[in-house]
């Protein structure tokens, strides 16, 4: 019963770098959020989903971009790293009515 | 606007005594409301929820909130605090015609033998 399963875990870039996190989920959920989650800030959310080909901004989209071509997979896309983009990232997804049910996160340093 | 206050950063209880995590809401619609808890270097993992009902919601690990429209609170409690319950507690809401959920900045609960 995997859930929510996000990688890599860990990653270090440099700034300029670009990479994508990956999320997928097994639960057949048809919406996805990402999120990030900075010390003593909660989290803010970065991109969500309502289904497959359907995305929308949250509070912190710049920097980011994302897709959705199947319902299981969200990838997160950073381009042109920034130090401010340093974070941990978590992906979560939820039934129609009902809880989030989040990965155990992704954390990104940018130097 | 959406939005969740969580006022203290910390909050310090003893083992086996009753604990509360303190939220307030603000939504323009109907308040779907949750809990959730964070252990370290972990994702968020769901308490308890009120979508509509009983204000008194039972979740996991004895764990309760209550809904006050009134005071538009969700506060988390607990009769009786373990030393296990030390992690970083969130409140949520998600205004029910909209599709975004909103947290609060988190509460740290440090439970003390």
């Known amino acids: 019963n995997a859930g929510v399963t996000q990688t890599p875990k860990f990653r270090i870039l440099k700034i300029g770098q670009s990479m994508t996190l990956q999320c997928a989920q097994d639960?057949?959920?048809?919406?996805m959020y990402w999120y990030r989650q900075d010390p003593g800030m909660g989290l803010k959310l970065i991109y969500y989903?309502?289904?497959?080909?359907?995305?929308d901004k949250g509070e912190v989209p710049n920097g980011y971009n994302v897709s959705r071509s199947t319902t299981e997979d969200f990838p997160l896309r950073l381009e042109l790293a920034a130090p401010s983009q340093t974070s941990v990232y978590f992906c979560?997804?939820?039934?129609?009515?009902?809880?989030?049910?989040f990965g155990e996160g992704s954390r990104l340093t940018v130097l | 606007a959406q939005s969740v206050a969580q006022p203290e950063d910390q909050v310090n209880v003893a083992e086996g005594n009753p604990l509360t995590v303190k939220c307030t809401y603000s939504?323009?619609?109907?308040?779907?409301l949750f809990w959730y808890v964070q252990y370290p270097n972990r994702g968020l993992q769901f308490l308890l929820k009120?979508?509509?009902?009983?204000?008194l919601v039972k979740g996991s690990y004895g764990f309760e909130a209550e809904f006050n429209k009134s005071q538009t609170s969700f506060h988390l409690k607990k009769p009786s605090a373990l030393v296990s319950d030390s992690a970083l507690y969130f409140c949520?809401?998600?205004?029910?015609?909209?599709?975004?959920?909103?947290f609060g900045s988190g509460t740290k609960l440090n439970v003390k033998p």
């Open positions: 639960m057949n959920h048809n919406y």
């Open positions: 979560a997804s939820r039934p129609l009515t009902g809880e989030l049910f």
């Open positions: 009120y979508i509509t009902g009983d204000n």
């Open positions: 989903s309502v289904g497959a080909g359907i995305t």
């Open positions: 939504v323009s619609g109907n308040p779907y």
């Open positions: 949520a809401v998600r205004d029910y015609n909209f599709n975004k959920f909103y």
